[in-house]
């Protein structure tokens, strides 16, 4: 049931009971190999069937009932089972199975009973294809697999490993498929092959070119493959006239629309978030420089009451807290600098560094909290020492501020809202989470 086109090859579509394979037409002779594989698997349904199978066999495994191969294989498949056979919610998965061209697949377990390496990845309805490097060096095979999360083509993770397995010499790589009484449209996009060497070992040499014969053959199997596809193009529109394009597609929501509205939504909460904070800022900054002020002037009327003592020692004690509280100021304006850019980054739909960004911003607060504390110390020091010697002393009488957010509130305010907001994330990443296996 495989149709070849122009730009890949669809194992089987998504109707029910199809089978379907794609097979090299000679004989591997390399002793390490490796392959990679780009693929998709999509469906409508929130659950797939059956999956997709990567096999190196001793000989061609043209149909049969193991992911539309034959049985009884002597080799390797590593497969990608979509369907869960056993109830134990373990599927979709990648499974590597070995046989020596004896033992039946176990299909009512999903090959666990078999399987010599295996790991749980769902690889259906992915906005990018999924790749999968296998590589047999050494008797030990590797599966690393490519999710289709981003476009990063090198972003591989570890799968599965097996070592001291022993493959035949020789033998054919193929991949095939297979449906059953759920469907997915299982598309192969690339299939690379590779020959290991070990360093320092001379390479074989490579084997003739193909006979022009076998050449002008295969490019008429292709022209008919074509010509039929278009026939059955044509026969389709003649049929459904007043069907243009894919008007079903239309009527539902594609995982990269969803994915992407899903981007702009949580961007637009991040850019909310950042304007609150940025207001919030705004006013600690003027409270602060209110608090500067009316310090300023507590001193200058206590230098004024005690001339004797201020002449001398207190100068350069009052020169420092300004400088602190300066100091305080330049923060303050590097934290609203620091939030206007991330707002402006936020609206130009930048990708944005969240983690940086909370870092960022809690050192500057662990900065103002540290150079209010030394103000604090320096103001204490000061009054102090411009206080008689028998009167007890007390922090200065400040005068009344407006009814405004303090800045131990507005710590804990934050405290608060990070929290809050992480826990809104990572909440919505479940559900998130859980209503894809719903698509």
């Known amino acids: 049931d495989a149709i070849p086109s122009a730009d890949q090859i669809r194992i089987t579509t998504s109707l029910k009971s199809q089978r379907g394979s794609v097979w090299t037409k000679t004989k591997s002779i390399f002793e390490y190999w490796e392959v990679e594989v780009t693929f998709r698997v999509t469906g409508r ?233 940025n207001r919030q800022l705004d006013m600690i900054l003027d409270e602060q420089r209110r608090y500067v002020s009316a310090v300023t002037d507590e001193i200058a009327k206590r230098g004024a009451a005690v001339p004797g003592q201020q002449g001398q020692v207190s100068q350069q004690e009052i020169e420092t807290v300004v400088n602190n509280q300066e100091e305080v100021i330049r923060q303050v304006n590097e934290i609203r600098n620091s939030m206007s850019e991330a707002l402006r980054l936020i609206t130009g739909a930048q990708h944005p560094g969240a983690a940086a960004g909370v870092y960022e911003t809690t050192q500057h607060f662990n900065d103002i909290k540290e150079h209010l504390h030394v103000v604090k110390r320096d103001i204490e020091h000061l009054v102090q020492r411009n206080m008689p010697s028998g009167e007890k002393t007390k922090c200065p009488d400040l005068p009344p501020f407006p009814s405004c957010l303090s800045t131990v509130h507005f710590f804990v305010f934050v405290a608060v809202q990070t929290v809050l907001f992480i826990g809104y994330i990572m909440y919505r990443s479940q559900q998130e989470a859980a209503a894809k296996k719903f698509f």
Request: charge should be negative; glycine fraction near 10%.
């Open 45 to 277: 349904g929130r659950i797939g069937a059956d999956g997709l199978a990567i096999w190196f066999t001793e000989e061609q495994g043209l149909e049969g009932p193991v992911f539309g191969a034959a049985d009884k294989w002597n080799g390797v498949g590593v497969f990608f089972d979509s369907f869960d056979n056993d109830g134990k919610k373990n599927n979709p998965g990648v499974i590597v199975v070995g046989n020596n061209g004896k033992l039946l697949y176990d299909h009512q377990n999903d090959g666990s009973t078999q399987a010599l390496a295996s790991c749980q990845r769902d690889f259906r309805n992915k906005p990018y294809p999924v790749r999968v490097k296998i590589t047999y060096y050494q008797k030990t095979l590797t599966v690393l697999i490519n999710n289709g999360f981003t476009p990063d083509k090198e972003d591989y993770e570890f799968c599965a490993k097996v070592e001291d397995m022993v493959l035949p010499s020789q033998g054919y790589f193929g991949i095939s498929a297979a449906t059953g009484g759920l469907a997915d449209d299982h598309d192969v996009l690339s299939f690379l092959t590779f020959q290991l060497t070990e360093p320092g070992k001379e390479v074989p040499t490579p084997d003739a070119e193909i006979p022009q014969k076998d050449k002008e053959k295969y490019q008429e199997e292709f022209e008919h493959f074509q010509q039929e596809l278009d026939k059955k193009k044509e026969e389709f529109q003649k049929e459904h006239p007043d069907v243009q394009g894919q008007p079903a597609d239309d009527a539902f929501e594609t995982v990269s629309d969803r994915e992407l509205r899903q981007i702009f939504e949580g961007q637009n909460r991040i850019h909310l978030e950042i304007k609150q904070l």
